[in-house]
C-alpha cells in the first residue's frame, strides 16, 4: 500500500463510516433511490464488510436508507406527503420554543448569529453548494441551540435528515438562496427586537417557503 493510500486509509479509520455515509447522502453524492453495493462502499470509504453493514443497518433505522429482502439497500426516496408532514412536525417544534429563544438571546449571541448568516451570504457568491449546505445547517443549529434543550435540537437535527436534504434539491433557484439569506437576518432582528411573534412568523416562513418557490409541492429544508 502506498503511503498516500495509508495516509487516506487511516484518516477515514477516525471517522465513522456511518458519518461518511450520511454525510454523502445529504451533500446529495449518494442520490435518493441510489443502489448501495456494499462492495462498493467498501472501496469507497476504506472500511471493512462488517463496518459498512452496521453502518447501513444504522441509517436504516434513521430512515436515510431502505433495506430491501433479497436486493440490498438504496437511499431512501420519500415521497411528498412525508416531506410536508416532516415540516409541519418542524414547525410545531421550532416555533413552540421560539420564546426561550428569544428570552435568551444576547448581544454576544446574536452577534454570533449574524456572522454566521453572512458566512453563509459570502458562500452564495463564493463557495460550492456543499459549503453553503453546511453554513445554514450551522446556523439553524446555533440559533435553535438558544432554547436551551439539546435534545430538542438533536431530535430537530434527526427530523432534518428524513427528507431530501441534498443542496441541489434544497435549493433550486438563486431567488430561493436569496430568500433564505434575507431570512436568516430577519431571524437575528427579531431577536435583537425581542420579538417572539415575529421570530415565529419568519420561522414558518422559512420552512415552508420551498414549496412555494419549487412548484413541486415537497418541502425541503429551511
Not at 98 to 112: P, Q
Request: hydrophobic share 40%.
Amino acid at each position: 500500500m502506498s503511503e498516500a493510500k495509508a495516509k487516506t486509509r487511516s484518516q477515514l479509520k477516525t471517522v465513522d463510516v456511518t458519518d461518511l455515509i450520511l454525510h454523502d447522502i445529504l451533500a446529495g453524492v449518494l442520490a435518493p433511490g441510489v443502489w448501495l453495493k456494499q462492495i462498493d462502499l467498501e472501496q469507497r470509504y476504506q472500511s471493512t464488510r462488517p463496518e459498512v453493514r452496521r453502518a447501513l443497518d444504522r441509517l436504516v433505522q434513521r430512515r436515510l436508507v431502505e433495506h430491501v429482502p433479497n436486493r440490498g439497500y438504496h437511499v431512501y426516496e420519500p415521497d411528498g406527503r412525508q416531506a410536508t408532514e416532516v415540516s409541519d412536525v418542524r414547525v410545531i417544534l421550532e416555533t413552540a420554543v421560539a420564546d426561550k429563544i428569544v428570552a435568551r438571546a444576547s448581544e454576544l449571541t446574536t452577534k454570533k448569529l449574524r456572522d454566521l448568516a453572512c458566512r453563509f451570504d459570502d458562500l452564495i457568491m463564493n463557495g460550492t453548494m456543499i459549503e453553503l449546505y453546511e453554513a445554514n445547517l450551522a446556523f439553524h443549529r446555533e440559533l435553535l441551540a438558544l432554547c436551551g434543550n439539546s435534545e430538542l435540537v438533536n431530535l430537530v437535527t434527526e427530523i432534518r435528515q428524513r427528507t431530501s436534504s441534498a443542496p441541489v434539491s434544497q435549493w433550486k433557484t438563486r431567488a430561493r438562496i436569496e430568500q433564505s439569506s434575507r431570512e436568516h437576518h430577519q431571524m437575528i432582528d427579531a431577536l435583537v427586537a425581542k420579538d417572539t411573534e415575529e421570530l415565529k412568523r419568519v420561522t414558518v416562513k422559512h420552512i415552508k417557503q420551498s414549496a412555494d418557490l419549487s412548484g413541486d409541492g415537497i418541502s425541503h429544508n429551511g
